[in-house]
């Protein structure tokens, strides 16, 4: 698969005592002093404000700056006139997209609790559509989700699809991994990854699907039916979905550093009267007592949540996928600010994030507060 070299930005220490809107002045500013109006770190600010509200563009978020007036803005920063449509677009167009998800990322982790003593992180890439057909630069963020909070701790933006595998291993780079736990679909069950991962302290966990042809064979063909399986049942959103989970020593053949651990998964989802079965296989650098078979399901289970409680929030309630905004690093940063709103609100106990924009859409000062104290 082809690749691209994609830096890796140096990381930027955050500190759990560190406020959002403090953060923000380290993002640099794009544009010439002269004729500046606002500063980055205020028009960051007010767009997220305005994307806690549900604002999914820049005509949405200058509607909300012009409601909420100068003296409610005055307090994230813009002291001057309110900012229209094209300055938002223009500036985040340009804006350095790498910097501000470093930020908000590491802004994230510090309030984030530790579970177990340890965190785990699901690896993913999602295509941003609108992007994508209009030619922008970035049409493709590969972002390191926190499996306990729902929160994305890192996010790298590329071209194309055909990126991911190197952006993924770039994302590494800007995440604190010693003792995490890192899960990846199939796509990134590549030695050098795994290889990776190991280096910085951390343990994967690779998923191996049938277009591994090769792979795929040879896991198949241990003696599963030979190994009891742990099995775990969910009901909910008009579903029934069955998982059961077999683990066996990786064998001797098995070449991902470190490996210590392979396992069959075999999904059963019944929806509407349909059943559908899906088996995978699993290799892990984590032993039997760091990774018992319930755990290292729930890690997978993890892994697969992503797109409901990731990629499914930003195009359903936020409406990435239909978004217009296409120029320079636009795409990128739009869903930088998504992905602090969705952070901040999951911070305040929301579960229901559609109902929480509206909640913040019915008062003015509230999405102010709500960021002032974030």
Not at 33 to 47: E, Y
Not at 228 to 249: E, F, S, W
Request: net charge positive.
């Amino acid at each position: 698969m082809p690749s691209s070299s994609i830096a890796a930005p140096e990381t930027m220490p955050v500190s759990a005592d560190d406020l959002l809107l403090d953060l923000l002045d380290r993002v640099p500013d794009p544009r010439a002093r002269r004729g500046r109006r606002h500063t980055v770190a205020a028009l960051v600010a007010v767009a997220v404000a305005a994307v806690l509200t549900g604002a999914k563009g820049f005509t949405a978020m200058a509607e909300w700056a012009r409601d909420a007036g100068s003296t409610r803005l005055g307090r994230l920063g813009m002291t001057k006139a309110v900012a229209d449509e094209s300055t938002f677009r223009r500036v985040f167009a340009r804006l350095d997209a790498g910097v501000l998800d470093q930020l908000l990322g590491a802004w994230a982790m510090t309030r984030a609790a530790v579970v177990d003593g340890r965190r785990v992180f699901a690896i993913d890439g999602k295509s941003v559509r609108g992007a994508r057909k209009k030619g922008s630069g970035k049409s493709f963020l590969v972002a390191a989700f926190d499996h306990a909070t729902g929160m994305v701790a890192a996010q790298v933006g590329i071209g194309s699809k055909d990126s991911e595998i190197t952006a993924a291993r770039t994302l590494l780079d800007l995440l604190d991994l010693t003792g995490a736990i890192i899960t990846m679909d199939a796509l990134h069950t590549q030695h050098a990854t795994a290889a990776k991962i190991r280096v910085a302290g951390a343990h994967f966990v690779l998923t191996v699907k049938a277009n591994q042809k090769t792979l795929y064979c040879l896991l198949k063909a241990l003696p599963w039916a030979k190994i009891p399986g742990i099995t775990a049942t969910d009901n909910g959103h008009g579903r029934r979905a069955t998982r059961t989970i077999k683990v066996l020593q990786a064998p001797a053949w098995i070449e991902f550093q470190g490996a210590l651990q392979v396992a069959q998964l075999r999904r059963t989802v019944t929806k509407k009267g349909k059943r559908t079965v899906e088996v995978v296989y699993l290799i892990t650098s984590a032993d039997a007592r760091t990774a018992p078979p319930a755990t290292l399901a729930a890690w997978v289970k993890g892994q697969w949540s992503i797109e409901n409680r990731l990629h499914w929030v930003r195009d359903v309630t936020f409406d990435e996928d239909r978004s217009q905004v296409a120029s320079g690093n636009a795409p990128q940063v739009m869903a930088s600010l998504r992905n602090a709103v969705i952070a901040i609100l999951r911070l305040n106990d929301w579960d229901n994030l559609a109902e929480a924009t509206r909640h913040h859409a019915r008062d003015l000062d509230r999405p102010i507060t709500t960021l002032l104290q974030s």
